[in-house]
């Protein structure tokens, strides 16, 4: 939770001296800042978040790494404020620690709900490759100033790029439409024998830019979860092999897939060489007709749906097919 900015690690830097020890003398060295883990292949970690321009981000409720611009790279949004600026030594300074000493705990918590909210701008970074993280909070339309907690990516037309649903307080969800057009995507669900939805499973995406992961968890961020679905951007790739890891146990493998569709993968725990047939997958609709239904200004790859249509929209299972979904409209009563 590192300030943004000189003004904000200073004002919100707390009283840390009662921790005083515990920062001089832990190992490793605590660091009020955020910490982005690399994998060495090992057997440890690196610590690289400043290295990567993501150390600071203020409050930062939910982390949501995904790739938003369909380059084949995890991008990353982060919701920011909180409900009490309690942190703030302009506000409140020893106060607050006298009031508790003096009045005692209900007291404390009395005097909390005078403190004015924290609102504070959401955050997104482009991935640019090496760890070279590009700050496009404002490019891209997502720098919204309030007070949101969960986050949850979703593609709600069925395009194949990420859409982004925000949980805000005191005013109405944010649903941003991904209106980016560009690079190859492809969406896959998994459908497993005994584990409905595959969860737990990893992912492995081959192409000629190389490898991607995706770990199937659908629980991330700030008490927020989404669709049980895999998505990967391609960029200029127009095919890929593909290797589920099963929690189970066993590894399905597929060659040669196109990209540009929706595919729905059912679990095959036999031998290899009697994989099941190369599923087909439903074609999505080309990225930049998609793209200029309801375009946001120029340069804007995120439309932020007005509150009245972003109530109305429900996602409704159709047909026989369970991966097929659509969004249909309705209105709030």
């Known amino acids: 939770m590192a300030g943004s900015s000189h003004y904000r690690s200073k004002r919100n830097i707390g009283d840390i001296s009662i921790f005083r020890d515990f920062l001089i003398n832990e190992w490793p060295r605590q660091k009020m800042q955020n910490a982005l883990f690399l994998a060495t292949g090992l057997a440890r970690y690196i610590e690289v978040s400043a290295m990567a321009g ?23 949004f982060t919701t920011n404020g909180t409900s009490r600026d309690d942190m703030s030594l302009d506000l409140t300074g020893i106060k607050m620690s006298e ?11 009395e005097y909390l709900k005078t403190i004015p909210q924290a609102p504070s701008s959401d955050f997104a970074f482009r991935n640019r490759g090496n760890l070279d993280f590009e700050d496009v909070s404002s490019a891209w339309g997502l720098n919204h100033d309030g007070i949101s907690f969960g986050a949850a990516y979703a593609d709600l037309d069925r395009d194949g790029d990420l859409d982004l649903v925000v949980n805000r307080l005191g005013e109405p969800a944010g649903i941003y439409r991904n209106q980016s ?11 497993g024998k005994t584990n409905r939805y595959g969860l737990g499973a990893l992912v492995r995406l081959t192409s000629s830019s190389g490898t991607q992961v995706r770990h199937l968890m659908p629980t991330r961020g700030f008490m927020s979860s989404e669709e049980p679905l895999v998505h990967f951007g391609l960029g200029d790739d127009t095919s890929f092999d593909l290797a589920v890891e099963w929690p189970e146990g066993h590894t399905q493998r597929l060659d040669k897939l196109v990209a540009g569709r929706f595919y729905t993968l059912d679990e095959h725990s036999g031998p290899h060489d009697q994989a099941p047939a190369q599923p ?12 200029r239904v309801g375009m946001a200004p120029p ?10 249509t972003a109530a109305a929209l429900t996602i409704v299972t159709i047909g026989p097919r369970a991966g097929l979904e659509r969004c249909r409209r309705r209105r709030p009563r």
């Open 99 to 109: 009031v508790w000493d003096t009045e005692g705990e209900a007291a404390a918590m």
């Open 181 to 191: 057009g560009s690079g190859g995507r492809v969406l896959i669900r998994l459908r």
């Open 54 to 76: 993501l150390d600071a981000t203020d409050w930062t409720w939910s982390v949501r790494f995904g790739d938003l611009d369909n380059d084949g790279r995890l991008d990353l």
């Open 280 to 291: 087909q997958g439903i074609a999505l609709p080309d990225g930049d007709s998609a793209a």
């Open 299 to 308: 340069g804007t790859p995120f439309r932020r749906l007005q509150p009245a």
